[in-house]
């Protein structure tokens, strides 16, 4: 039996924030990039398109709402059937390599922190959305749903799921993934820097771990893109002294683990740009899951189990009263 083995490609990079048409043209870059670099596979941050709303983290909602950053997030944010979604997934399909996009995903009067999953046909694999945003991102975005606990079998990269975020500090979520026998993760991160160093929870020694440990529980490689806050963005964010004390430059710790727990990729200093670039091969897996698949022989499932909705939820469902097919003419009501 031969198991895959190839380069994935994991990016570290500053978003051109709040600029939808630039945000496409840095990741366009980077898609391309990767392909000459020999990438089958390349993970973007979390909402790297148009980047992270920090300003939900540094002051009062009429502040963002005043500053203008409400209406130019929605304004910037990126549509499925806009142009330039169309332009991405062309450009994956040039590249001939598969692509987990960060998108903050415009839908109707709602945004959303999404993944999106580009094959190398350029045809959507999946669309995801984070479950449950977390703390003051519940002011920006709506939810997923149990369908975006989803692990996709591609006969050339394996089998791939996504989360963003703190969704790796949800032990039932990351069960669930685990569960579908996921072989390569995409753990999305935005950036590093906040409330640093008084807010441990939010830095990069807590969170590395927390993709470190998926990896190990999972037996799977975990691809962790990390984004990068700009000087540009600190200029625009940081409109008074003590604000300086809130976000800092850098904060990018992008990593690639392996199913044991190894660090596949040197890293990159915390305010460069550039890509992760380390080769996988599936096989190793077989080994991790030897010592302890939680999911499989290492589980007590007459002990503990997981209870998984992934039906899509819906805000509407249309339905008819019988008294509304007889007015509309129908003979047979009932059926």
């Known amino acids: 039996m031969t198991h895959p083995k190839y380069k994935v490609a994991v990016v570290q990079a500053a978003p051109a924030w709040l600029d939808l048409d630039a945000s496409v043209a840095k990741t366009i870059g980077l898609i391309e990039e990767a392909a000459d670099k020999g990438a089958r596979l390349i993970a973007f941050p979390e909402v790297f398109i148009p980047g992270y709303p920090w300003h939900i983290w540094m002051d009062s909602p009429a502040w963002c709402i005043g500053r203008g950053f409400v209406q130019r997030y929605f304004d910037n944010s990126l549509a499925y059937d806009s142009s330039q979604a169309e332009a991405l997934r062309a450009a994956v399909r040039k590249a001939r390599l598969t692509a987990v996009l960060g998108v903050s995903e415009r839908d109707g009067g709602s945004l959303y922190i999404a993944q999106w999953l580009i094959g190398p046909d350029g045809e959507t694999i999946a669309k995801r959305r984070k479950l449950r945003p977390t703390h003051a991102e519940r002011t920006v975005y709506g939810e997923g749903d149990g369908s975006d606990l989803a692990v996709h079998d591609r006969p050339d990269i394996g089998r791939i799921g996504a989360l963003c975020c703190w969704e790796h500090l949800q032990p039932l979520s990351k069960y669930a993934m685990y569960a579908q026998n996921e072989q390569v993760h995409v753990a999305a991160w935005p950036s590093f820097s906040l409330y640093d160093p008084f807010a441990p929870a ?107 909705n992934k039906k899509p939820f819906s805000r509407v469902e249309p339905f008819a009263l019988p008294v509304d097919a007889v007015a509309a003419g129908e003979t047979n009501p009932g059926g």
Do not use: W
């Not at 409109?239 to 990729?265: E, M, N, W, Y």
């Not at 380390?278 to 302890?292: F, R, S, T, V, Y």
């Open 202 to 308: 939010l830095g990069a020694e807590v969170n590395n771990a927390a993709s470190r440990v998926y990896a190990v529980e999972g037996s799977c490689f975990v691809l962790a893109p990390c984004a990068t806050v700009s000087q540009a963005m600190i200029d625009e964010l940081c409109d008074r002294p003590d604000k300086h004390a809130l976000l800092h430059v850098g904060g990018g710790h992008a990593a690639i683990f392996g199913p044991d727990g190894s660090s596949l990729a040197e890293k990159l200093p915390p305010e460069q740009e550039g890509l992760l670039i380390a080769e996988i091969d599936l096989g190793m897996i077989g080994i991790a899951k030897n010592a302890a698949d939680p999911a499989g022989h290492y589980s007590r499932p007459d002990v503990t189990r997981l209870l998984l």
